[in-house]
């Protein structure tokens, strides 16, 4: 029997991963996206490295997903990870007290964490608010974002996958029985349509998911969640910076290269496509991220920008649980031949690459094993020149 | 608040097998906007035919290199405002010295390969990364710091490079300063790489790179400095065979 085929559409993070996860199962790939590399949500996260102690209190699935993942990717990918570790630091009393809880959840999800005293805070990251009252040490990075996915897809292509940029899905080709076929791509580089067949399509278009779904008349709730953050012209700190208290707007500092990027704001939007930057969320950036580190008072702004997270579970905002899903829309919609993969964050993209490539490997009766755990990517530098 | 400005983008268009033209796209903006959010918006609003790069939107991936009126710009940190004025207009073009795979995105694969090739590092230790200000003393902790370098690979350097324009050979600027962080006296085998005809030696001193670097690399100094350590290898190897 030949390779099953199977079209991803959306080349950011799950769909590279996915990618990666499924090439290595001996699966045809085909990606497609109708713009380069991360160019939706993924290219604008903030780029932490999550190590679960925002979501320890009160989402424990994704806490617990972002500790194994974040430890896995220090391994697989340390080309695209600054591995410095992270603080949560506490300001005032309602901090404090969220202290207690923070230490039980972390205990709960295996996050490893260690108190150290506001003196050894600031020795360790002088540019800290020496208000501080309570200080913990928890293992968070930086990663870079177009690096990361491009390192997914660098391996991906050696395993055979092959990545069709610029290339946007305009419907899904459905046969006589509702099941999905193929997409009915465009390409956008020569301007040419044409008809890609496949056994499977993977909708991992985060944010946008709705969309594709759409196409197919099936369904996903998933709730399209911008947030602002703001690049500050000064490596403040080597650690990301998290405000010890329930996740809120700008209350996480994330060093990379030379700067730190505040963030995030929370809202809602109906057109996906251009999501403008607010100036009073940019303010609210620098009133928040200066309490953590009040030199941002100070520092020259270097970019301001948003980017969309792919929320899903029915909360609104920050209540909605960060942590993914894969639906098979054969269960959901009765549609067979497509299934999605939304929400969770960057951190877990190799995590929902693997619940994702289960889910299709059941549907395809295929009985390959993931390993993705197991295997060190190659250089990012690599997706070019790896034949197409 | 700032008052609004009405200005023209003339962005270069080249589709498969099409010779380059301008379209132009007038638009309201806000002068603290950045020019990609500009460019953007002629895709999301105005012409849904318009193929560009972008990722980050911060200047850490180097994604949206792109010729803004004649000069190499990150186009996701350079404010409207110190582009044009009210009533202006922004031509966008492709970064040069690059294939081009339609409109303004360009082919990166040969950058990459050639980062590659001199080993270019990804990441690096702190106190290797050569940051404004350092510490007097980097302390045994500091060592342990990894962080990423300050090349993100956006190919501005190489599209400005008068060099680069005569010869597809030459290794160019940020290949070469790659080669000079990654160090010589580390990576002998570089050697042979950069000391030739289409290594630093091609290099005119233009030091348009440098001027046009959006990430502190300054690959100019860098190539100067490999030259010096060529030199001082040849030196050395002379006295070994003596």
Redesign the interface.
């Known amino acids: 029997m030949s390779k099953p085929h199977a079209i991803i559409v959306g080349a950011g993070f799950t769909g590279t991963a996915t990618a990666h996860d499924l090439a290595l199962r001996g699966f045809d790939v085909t990606v497609i996206d109708r713009?380069?590399?991360?160019?939706g949500t993924?290219?604008?996260t903030h780029?932490l490295l999550h190590c679960g102690g925002r979501y320890a209190v009160k989402d424990q699935e994704s806490a617990i997903e972002c500790i194994d993942e974040n430890m896995l990717l220090r391994k697989i990918v340390?080309?695209?990870?600054?591995?410095?570790g992270g603080l949560f630091i506490a300001l005032n009393e309602s901090d404090l007290q969220y202290g207690e809880v923070f230490i039980e959840g972390c205990e709960a999800c295996h996050i490893p964490i260690e108190e150290i005293t506001p003196q050894k805070a600031l020795q360790?990251e002088p540019n800290l608010n020496p208000g501080m009252l309570a200080a913990f040490l928890v293992p968070d990075g930086?990663f870079?974002?177009?690096?990361l996915a491009l390192s997914f897809a660098a391996t991906a292509k050696k395993n055979g996958a092959k990545f069709r940029?610029?290339t946007e899905a305009k419907s899904l080709i459905l046969d006589g029985k509702g099941t999905v076929v193929g997409v009915d791509i465009l390409d956008?580089?020569?301007?040419k349509q044409s008809e890609l067949r496949g056994d499977i399509v993977v909708n991992a278009t985060g944010a946008w998911a709705g969309e594709i779904a759409e196409m197919a008349g099936a369904d996903v709730p998933v709730k399209p969640t911008p947030g602002v953050?703001v690049?500050y012209e000064q490596?403040f700190v080597?650690r990301a910076i998290n405000r010890l208290n329930k996740p809120g707007d700008g209350d996480i500092v994330v060093?990379?290269?030379?700067?730190v990027?505040v963030g995030t704001s929370s809202f809602e939007v109906s057109?996906l496509?251009?999501v403008p930057?607010f100036?009073d969320h940019v303010k609210l950036m620098l009133e928040r991220g200066a309490e953590l580190i009040p030199g941002i008072r100070n520092a020259k702004v270097?970019?301001?920008?948003?980017a969309t997270r792919p929320l899903i579970g029915g909360g609104m905002g920050r209540s909605s649980a960060r942590t993914f899903k894969c639906y098979d829309h054969k269960e959901t919609d009765n549609v067979d031949g497509l299934v999605t993969i939304t929400g969770g964050k960057a951190t877990t993209l190799r995590a929902m690459a693997e619940k994702t490539a289960d889910v299709v490997c059941e549907k395809l009766g295929v009985n390959t094993p993931c390993t993705t755990k197991d295997v060190q990517l190659i250089?990012?530098?690599?997706?070019?020149?790896q034949p197409n | 608040m700032s008052q609004n400005w009405n200005i023209t983008l003339k962005v270069s268009r080249q589709k498969e097998g099409e010779t380059p033209h301008f379209d132009e796209y007038k638009m309201e903006v806000n002068p603290d906007e950045y020019v990609l959010d500009a460019v953007e918006r002629v895709w999301a609003f105005m012409d849904r035919t318009l193929c560009y790069r972008h990722a980050c939107h911060h200047s850490t991936c180097g994604a949206c290199g792109m010729r803004v009126n004649d000069v190499e710009k990150l186009t996701c940190i350079t404010y409207i405002r110190d582009m044009t004025h009210d009533g202006g207009t922004l031509k966008i073009e492709p970064l040069r010295n690059f294939p081009i795979i339609s409109d303004l995105a360009v082919d990166m694969g040969t950058l990459y390969s050639r980062l590659e090739s001199v080993g270019a590092r990804s990441v690096l230790p702190a106190p290797e990364a050569e940051i404004e200000n350092p510490p007097a003393t980097w302390s045994a902790d500091d060592g342990q710091y990894i962080r990423l370098a300050d090349c993100i690979e956006c190919g501005l350097c190489i599209s400005a490079c008068p060099s680069a324009a005569t010869s597809d050979e030459y290794l160019g600027p940020a290949i070469l300063a790659g080669a000079q962080a990654n160090g010589l006296k580390r990576n002998p085998e570089l050697l042979a790489l950069v000391d030739c005809e289409h290594g630093v030696w091609r290099c005119h001193s233009a030091f348009e790179c440098t001027a046009v670097c959006p990430s502190f690399v300054d690959p100019a100094r860098r190539i100067m400095d490999l030259r010096t350590q060529i030199i001082k290898e040849r030196f050395t190897r002379l006295f070994h065979k003596a």
């Open positions: 713009g380069d590399i991360c160019n993924s290219g604008r780029g340390p080309q695209a990870i600054e591995p410095n360790l930086t870079d974002p177009l690096r940029i610029y956008r580089a020569s301007n953050m690049a490596r080597q060093p990379q290269r030379r700067m990027i057109d496509d251009y930057v100036e270097r970019g301001k920008y948003m250089s990012y530098r690599q997706y070019y020149s």
